[in-house]
Each structure stands twice: as structure tokens, then as C-alpha cells.
């Protein structure tokens, strides 16, 4: 293997998502590396001849080679850390629109649906790193970033689907910068809706959403100069603490009282089944940091398995997912809002308190988001910058992919459209569609299984993705356009 020597202008965020300072291209049958020397202004390529073996056949030399002990152990993270960003990757904004989704499914079907939706995104969250560690092995890579995965399978795929690598990694990185900068966009808007709650009720001034939205310019710039995942791990645990407070807080306002509406749907109308697709894929799926959080971690090993860092999360996000969803439609029914908090009395102090507690989690959430975008278009232009002034350049861009954050908010103040907008979009993609495609090409000769189930399993899995793209996004689309007429 060779080893990277990292010059001083490389910061080390680029190692916390896996991505070190060489690049692999799967081209003719070589993986071609770039290295740093000693000076930092010149740089050296080697080739190396890679396995071109197909995932499904068994290699006995890939087997003596693991991945695991030529990961970059500087700045790792621990299981809990590990654990406490996934979490925080998945309790966002979206928890909050469950009870909304599950309207838009029915009180029966959205409680059912949220449960098997949550069990796919787990799986396919499962499939795609088990997908990267064997891929690890052929290539004889020590970790792979979720472009770089989709790139390595389709080139030790079949031979018809090689010319594709490129475009697979292509694909993935625009969809990742696409999903995560409009995710931001959501969690600006819900951080002002929530605060301008609270003000206006102490104040009695109605100002503009969008002067809200400005006033997060300061914090968006901060958080968004963390390079790091290690520096972001106590962000997550307090906004995990302060999510979980407010959590508490709108249970108790979910199950105090007696009182419940009569116009609950065990089943919603079909017209409004995408938007329950949607909205509970936008809420679930934290798919673009797996790979970040994986390739980060002290022991990778513990990641899979049972019970493991996957599973684990994946349990108590779909608990509280399903939780809330169910019994904040059955104390609100068809009066819910898009977000449940903007639900609950602001008269009341602990109702002001749930809304700037989450207000404030979602806040710490902004920078775990963030990284993963902006390590993907970072790494795409520093090229264009000399060595001199790198640093000085990543900054400026990060500084104004931020307040692209903040301008796209401005244009759409509106959560419930946006929310089902990016879910339907991007995440049915991201979190489905590509790791199925990914799995199917990895294992197309020879351990597609018994009868071929995996290729029917994943067939399955494309044609739901498929569907909630299309019908989501038509319906999001046709709502985000009613806002301006």
C-alpha cells in the first residue's frame, strides 16, 4: 500500500469522510494514485494493478488483506461518537413532520409504513457499507467514500457497465450535494420558524419570516468553518440532549388530555400517499454521513452486525419515528401542522422551551449536514487555487455555500412542500435506489443467491424508489408553485 504524508495545508476533514489526499481512478484495469512528497507544491503518480475479479467470485489473496488496518487512525472516533452522529444524522427536522406524514398516510397505514420504510433504509444502509468493505478488498483500498463505492462497483462490475464508473461517482456526488444543501435549507427555515414563535409572542411584533432567517447568518458562517468530525461530536451529543428534552416535552403535550379529534384516518386517500413517502424517507434516511461516519471510526468492525452501531440507531430512530408520528396525528388529526412543535401552545412555557430546545438541536445538527457537500465541492476546486492561498479559498467557499443555505430559505419559507420536495427527490436515490444498483452490480456474477433473490429484492427496491420519486416530487412541485400564485 502506499502511504500518504499529509502536507500542511490539508486539513484533516478530508481524512474524517475518507477521502485522503490521493485520488482513485478505476480506468483500463489500474487504479492510478496521487500523492503529496515532501513539497507540498509537487505531486507524483504511480499505477497500480487493482483486482478485476467480479465481487461474486471468491479470491483467496483478498481475504489476507484488511482494510480496516490501513485506515488513518488520527482523529477517529469512538463507537458512542460514532453512534451519537447518526443519531443526530436522523433526529432532525423530519422527526418532527412525522405526525404530518402519517396524516398524509392514515393513523394505521402511516404507523405500518413508517416501520417498513424505516426497516429498507436500514437495510439498504446495510447493504452499501458491506458493499464498500468487500470492494475495499478488491481494490486493496483502506476505505471508500459513497461516490468512490459506487465508482469501484461498477468497474469491477460487469464488463458492459465499466465505461459507467465515472458517471456513477458523478451521479452520487451532485445527488449527495443536492440532498444535504436542501436539508440545510429546511433545518434554516424550521430554526427560524420555531424562534419567530417565541419572539413574536413576548414582542407582540409580527416580523417577517425572512428577517429570521437573515439574523442565522452568524451562526451558519461558524459552523460552517468546522472541518473536522471529531469537533463536531460534542455539537451532536447536545443536540441529541436537547432533542431528546424536547422530545419529552412534546410527548407530554401528545398524550396529556383527553381530547381527540374525530376526524382520524386509519387510511388516507391514495393522492396522498407520496407525500407520506416522502416526507417519512426526508425524515429517516441520514444516508450521505454512513460512509463519513463509518470510514471514521476507531473500530470500523463494530459498525455491522448485531447489535452494532447500524442497527442500534436504526431501532430507536424508527421507534421514536413511529411514536410520534402515530399518536401527534391521533391528538391533532387534520389540524397537524407541518411540524408538530408549531402545534403545541406557545402560550405556555414549556411550549416555548420545546421550540427554541429543538430549534437549538437542529441548529448544532447544521454542521454535520454541511460537511458532507461541502467536503464533495471543496474537493472538486481546490484544485483551481494554489498552495499558497488554500486555505484562504476554502474558507470563502464555505462562507458562501452557507449563505446559499440561507438564500434558498429566504425563496422558500414554507416547510411542508420543501420537506417532501428533497425526501421524494433526492433521498429515494440516495438512500434506495443507488445502494440496491450498487449491491446488484457488485454481485452480478456468481453471488447473486439462491434463485437470484438479490437480484429480485433490489428490483423491488428500485421500482418503490422510482415511485416515490415521481409522484412525490410531481405533487411537492405543484405545491411549492401554489405558494406564489
Not at 447568518?217 to 468530525?229: S, T
Not at 487555487?385 to 414554507?414: D, G, N
Request: with cysteine.
Amino acid at each position: 500500500m502506499f502511504l500518504a504524508e499529509q502536507s500542511e495545508g490539508i486539513s484533516n476533514f478530508s481524512r474524517e469522510f475518507g477521502i485522503n489526499d490521493r485520488e482513485y481512478r478505476f480506468t483500463m484495469g489500474k487504479c492510478t494514485k496521487s500523492q503529496p512528497t515532501e513539497s507540498p507544491m509537487q505531486e507524483f503518480n504511480s499505477s497500480t494493478k487493482i483486482a478485476t475479479v467480479m465481487i461474486g467470485e471468491y479470491n483467496e489473496k483478498d481475504e489476507l488483506y484488511n482494510p480496516f488496518e490501513h485506515r488513518d487512525k488520527k482523529n477517529t472516533n469512538s463507537d458512542f461518537g460514532a453512534l451519537a452522529h447518526l443519531l443526530k444524522s436522523s433526529l432532525g427536522t423530519g422527526i418532527l413532520a412525522m405526525p404530518n406524514a402519517v396524516k398524509n398516510g392514515g393513523a394505521l397505514f402511516g404507523g405500518i409504513g413508517t416501520i417498513i420504510i424505516g426497516i429498507i433504509c436500514a437495510h439498504c444502509v446495510h447493504i452499501l457499507v458491506r458493499s464498500s468493505h468487500v470492494l475495499c478488498k478488491k481494490t486493496k483500498t483502506p476505505q471508500m467514500t459513497f461516490a468512490e463505492t459506487a465508482e469501484a462497483a461498477f468497474f469491477n462490475g460487469p464488463k458492459t457497465l465499466r465505461p459507467f464508473a465515472n458517471a456513477s461517482r458523478i451521479l452520487v456526488n451532485i445527488a449527495l450535494c443536492a440532498t444535504y444543501l436542501g436539508g440545510t435549507c429546511v433545518y434554516v427555515v424550521f430554526i427560524s420558524t420555531s424562534i419567530k414563535q417565541v419572539v413574536d409572542y413576548h414582542t407582540g411584533i409580527d416580523i417577517s419570516l425572512r428577517m429570521y432567517i437573515l439574523t442565522l447568518i452568524p451562526a451558519v458562517l461558524l459552523l460552517g468553518q468546522i472541518r473536522n468530525l471529531k469537533y463536531l461530536v460534542p455539537f451532536s451529543i447536545m443536540a441529541n440532549f436537547s432533542m431528546l428534552v424536547g422530545f419529552a416535552i412534546t410527548l407530554y403535550y401528545i398524550f396529556s388530555g383527553t381530547e381527540s379529534p374525530q376526524n382520524i384516518k386509519l387510511i388516507a386517500p391514495v393522492e396522498h400517499l407520496p407525500i407520506f413517502f416522502a416526507t417519512v424517507l426526508f425524515a429517516i434516511e441520514g444516508i450521505g454521513v454512513v460512509m463519513p461516519v463509518e470510514n471514521s471510526m476507531r473500530n470500523p468492525q463494530h459498525f455491522l452486525g448485531c447489535p452494532g452501531v447500524l442497527n442500534i440507531t436504526m431501532t430507536i430512530v424508527v421507534a421514536l419515528y413511529a411514536t410520534l408520528g402515530v399518536f401527534g396525528y391521533l391528538k391533532y388529526g387534520e389540524a397537524v401542522d407541518a411540524t408538530i412543535t408549531l402545534n403545541i401552545p406557545i402560550t405556555e412555557i414549556p411550549g416555548q422551551m420545546v421550540k427554541l430546545l429543538i430549534a437549538l438541536a437542529v441548529l448544532f445538527t447544521y454542521g454535520l449536514q454541511f460537511t458532507v457537500p461541502i467536503d464533495i465541492i471543496w474537493k472538486l476546486m481546490k484544485e483551481k487555487f494554489s498552495h499558497k492561498y488554500e486555505r484562504i479559498s476554502e474558507t470563502a467557499i464555505r462562507m458562501f455555500i452557507a449563505l446559499f443555505t440561507i438564500a434558498v430559505a429566504c425563496l422558500v419559507p414554507k416547510l411542508e412542500p420543501f420537506i417532501s420536495l428533497v425526501g421524494s427527490v433526492f433521498f429515494s436515490i440516495l438512500g434506495i435506489a443507488i445502494p440496491a444498483t450498487v449491491e446488484t452490480v457488485s454481485c452480478w456474477d456468481g453471488h447473486l443467491g439462491k434463485y437470484n433473490w438479490r437480484l429480485w429484492k433490489n428490483s423491488v427496491l428500485l421500482i418503490f424508489s422510482l415511485l416515490a420519486l415521481v409522484s412525490g416530487s410531481w405533487i411537492s412541485v405543484i405545491d411549492i408553485i401554489k405558494l406564489y400564485q
